[in-house]
Structures are given as C-alpha cells and as structure tokens.
C-alpha cells in the first residue's frame, strides 16, 4: 500500500522559515494536507490542495508540491507553532484508502 | 458553527465490543462523507474508515476490517463506529472527522472532534 514518509523531527529558531516535507507515489495524483495535533487537542487543517490555507490560520503556513513531495513551510515560526504535523492524501490503492503520514515533530528553539 | 462530538470511550479489556457515537451540529449532515482516525499514545494518526453522505459505501484500512463496522443515522445526524474483538493495540483516541473535496485532487478533514480514549486492558 502507498505510503506517505516524513522526518520524525525538525526544529527551527524562533522567527525562522522551517520547511516540513511530506514524500509518497499518491502524492502525484492527489494533494497532501497538512494537520497540525497539539497534545490533548484534536487536529487542526492548516493547508489543503495546492496551497489553501482555512480561515484562522496564519498567513505564516503555506504548502507547496513538486512530483512526489509535499512540503509545509512555516515562514517566521512562532513557540505556538511547536506541535506535530501530519501529511494526509487519497490513496486510491486498494479500497480506495487514506493515509497519513507518520508525523514531524516541530521543536522551535 | 460545526461541531462533531465523540462519545461512548472508556475502559475495556480484550475480546469486548464497544460503540462510538459521534454527534454532529451546524451543517447538512446528508451532504458529507465521514471518517474515522484514531491516535494510539505515542503514535501518529491512523485513518480507519469512511462512509459515504448516505451510508451506502463504507470503506475500512486493513487494521480493522472484519471487526469494526462503520454507519450513519441520518435522522439524528449521528455517525457510529461498532468495534468487536478489541485487541490491547486498538487502545488510542478515536476521532470522527467530516471529509472535504473541493476538487478532484483535493481531499481533506475539514473538522474534528475533540476524540474519545478507548483503553484496552489485557
């Protein structure tokens, strides 16, 4: 079954751009979104589609795609940025499944 | 606004049966497909199964196939998730979420609900 990989961590200094990457076969048929999961809270869409970002989330989050990979980008990181990130995308192998990927870990020093 | 609330968590032990019920407020219910993904302690997000706007297609990942069955009352705008032969490995938060698709290559979870712990003891 497709599979979506993602670095296990990455950190980032207070006020700098991080990039959060997202790699999978899928990735080239359908859009990744990015989840962000807070501990003790439920997880929250930051970016969907090709660079779509919900109402309420800063303007500092932006997505961008290249073949296989998705990537997050965090532009001026903020301590409330410090948080899990998940990738999701369709995956229309087998049942017509979803998946998600195995989550970044973002520390902001 | 849009509210999903999961309910129906708790203790087990192993071999049991368990329903959660997630209830939903403040958009058309019959109009969206809805998931389930689950959180064990520790891990990262598993997506485990989708019914469609009128309960009709139902799909499941291969971790629960067979032992856990997903359905709607769209009378009472409430989404469930009937789970047998739970295992110490389904212990996790189970989440229901409200699928989006803007377009055909665009799927995402629009809203979550806050989650409820199902806890597996052998």
Known sequence: SSEL???????????????????GYRLRTYYASWYQKKP??????VIYGQNNRPSGIPDRFSGSNSGDTASLIITGAQAEDEADY???????????????????????L | QVQLVESGGGVVKSGVSLRLS???????????????????????????AVISYNGDTKYYADSVKGRFTISRDNSKNTL??????????????YYCTRGAVPDTHTYYFDYWGQGTLVTVSS
């Open chain 1, 5 to 23: 990989t993602q670095d296990p961590a990455v950190s980032v200094a207070l006020g700098q751009t991080v990039r959060i990457t997202c790699q």
């Open chain 1, 40 to 45: 003790g809270q439920a997880p929250v869409v």
């Open chain 1, 86 to 108: 998940f990738c999701s995308s369709r995956d229309t192998s087998g049942d017509r499944l979803w998946v998600f990927g195995g989550g970044t870990k973002l520390t902001v």
């Open chain 2, 22 to 48: 997630c209830g939903a407020s403040g958009f058309t219910f019959t109009s969206y497909a809805l998931h389930w993904v689950r959180q064990a302690p520790g891990k990262g997000l598993e997506w485990l």
């Open chain 2, 80 to 93: 469930f998730l009937q789970m047998t032969s739970l295992r110490a490995e389904d212990t996790a938060v």
